[in-house]
């Protein structure tokens, strides 16, 4: 298995639900990553786990929240999102947080909050 | 301050020819490269790869080219095939290499049969 799962492919929310997004990977990859990508904009990083803990939090605001529960699967709690976080929501995953073979990436989950 | 730049935002080439992906980056602590393609609806695939210690990878019909003097790598693909056809990300990932990568905005091949 060499894919990165990401569910579901499409989310509409409103501003007062809560909802998440899952990610799983069977590579054995120990770093797994959020990006947001908003249209027209390359990724950017959210979060960083290095062996199912959190080494980096670029300052998302406290509505996302991440979640490692295993080395295979992340999860991305979203709670009081506002319209402008509505986006290409990424989960990557890498063999260590070196990069000697670049990220797998899912296919995304497509966020709108309405 | 965008740190890796992709100056250019799309490009169109014919089937057969070389396609040359360009990207600079301001960053001297950048000590990692990395190009994906990325076609609609899908995550971005890596593609390849190079170090700051060397100025030139190659993986079948993709090379990569990094002048650290200019702060500037390019991506060469021949020849160049209508599959081709994507958006294709410069990253570049820092000292320490804690796994946190920097995108360029892309830049949209277009290989014309």
């Known amino acids: 298995d060499t894919e990165v799962t990401q569910t579901p492919k499409h989310l509409v929310m409103g501003m007062t639900n809560k909802k998440s997004l899952k990610c799983e990977q069977h590579?054995?990859?120990?770093?797994m990553y959020w990006y947001k990508q908003k249209a027209k904009k390359p990724p950017e990083l959210m979060f960083v786990y290095s062996y199912e803990k959190l080494s980096i939090n670029e300052s998302v605001p406290s509505r996302f929240s991440p979640e490692c529960p295993n080395s295979s699967l992340l999860n991305l709690h979203l709670h009081a999102l506002q319209p402008e976080d509505s986006a290409l929501y990424l989960c990557a995953s890498s063999q260590d947080d070196l990069l000697t073979y670049g990220y797998t990436f899912g296919s995304g989950t497509r966020l709108t909050v309405v | 301050d965008q740190q890796v730049k992709q100056n250019s935002p799309s490009l169109s080439v014919q089937e057969g020819r070389i396609s040359i992906l360009n990207c600079d980056y301001t960053?001297?602590?950048?000590?990692?490269f990395l190009w994906y393609k990325k076609y609609p609806a899908e995550g971005p695939t890596f593609l390849i790869s190079i170090s700051s210690i060397k100025d030139k990878n190659e993986d079948g019909r993709f090379t990569v080219f990094l002048n650290k003097s200019a702060k500037h790598l390019s991506l060469h693909i021949v020849p160049s095939q209508p599959g081709d056809s994507a958006v294709y990300f410069c990253?570049?990932?820092?000292?320490?290499?804690?796994?946190?990568?920097?995108f360029g905005q892309g830049t949209t091949l277009q290989v014309k049969p």
């Open positions: 590579m054995g990859h120990r770093a």
């Open positions: 990253a570049a990932s820092g000292a320490g290499n804690t796994g946190k990568l920097i």
């Open positions: 960053n001297s602590m950048f000590d990692y």
